[in-house]
């Protein structure tokens, strides 16, 4: 391909990925109350956190952002395809037939992400927002800032995730080797440490060791993913 077709190919698979996450969006719409009442919304209840809409019409644009944002999860495995299939050329002939693994893990990883957010990081996040601060000031918080929070720590556990994915990607580039992962577990343990107390509020160490414990498999499965790809190579 010249490069000219890439540039055709890639403006196809970013339309292919924009109708998949409308497509999404139109059914995150249909179940939208269902989707803010039944679980955006469930991790504040258990929090005791009262939340309030400041803005006029401020729900029914916060219902088109979350229903954008459900369109854009509903469509990952699209949007992972779309994207593996743009560097398929880049891959050998029988590193292509994988494609449809890649972009399977690829996805799971990603809800995986998602799920763990849910029930394990929100739940710390919003109980430490909750109940900081002194009993004469009430925490009500704005809806939009609820959602932010919400959006920001799922889509970020999310990307997290994906870093046995991305180790499999930095490998295939030559980027990347088990040795040198290796040569740095320790200074990346470290790094998960404090990556895990400053996205767990508070002074919980269980609540550290909670987040960091799946950081540290996620790096050692990466370590694993490496080196099966370097024997491919070799």
């Not at 699209?78 to 449809?100: C, D, G, R, T, V």
């Not at 394990?120 to 109940?131: N, S």
């Not at 290796?182 to 400053?198: D, G, P």
Request: proline share 4%.
């Amino acid at each position: 391909m010249t490069f000219l077709e890439h540039l055709e190919d890639m403006r196809w698979r970013v339309i292919y990925s924009l109708l998949g996450i409308v497509a999404g969006a139109i059914i995150a719409w249909i179940f939208i109350d269902v989707l803010v009442d039944q679980i955006l919304l469930v991790p504040a209840s258990k929090a005791d956190i009262k939340l309030q809409n400041l803005k006029p019409f401020g729900q029914l644009f916060l219902y088109f952002q979350i229903a954008l944002i459900g369109g854009f999860i509903l469509s990952i495995p699209n949007i992972f395809f779309q994207l593996w299939k743009f560097i398929s050329p880049a891959m050998k002939s029988h590193e292509k037939k994988y494609i449809s693994l890649i972009v399977f893990f690829s996805s799971l990883c990603f809800l995986t992400g998602v799920v763990f957010a849910y029930f394990v990081m929100l739940p710390l996040t919003l109980k430490f927002a909750g109940q900081f601060g002194s009993a004469q000031i009430v925490n009500n918080f704005a809806i939009d800032e609820y959602f932010s929070i919400i959006i920001s720590v799922m889509l970020g556990a999310a990307l997290v995730f994906e870093l046995p994915m991305l180790s499999f990607l930095l490998s295939k580039l030559g980027i990347l080797n088990p040795q040198i992962m290796r040569k740095f577990r320790r200074h990346s343990i470290i790094t998960i440490l404090i990556f895990a107390a400053i996205l767990t509020p508070g002074t919980d160490p269980v609540a550290q060791v909670l987040l960091a414990i799946p950081l540290v498999i996620l790096y050692e499965i990466s370590i694993f993913v490496s080196k099966i790809f370097q024997r491919k190579i070799d």
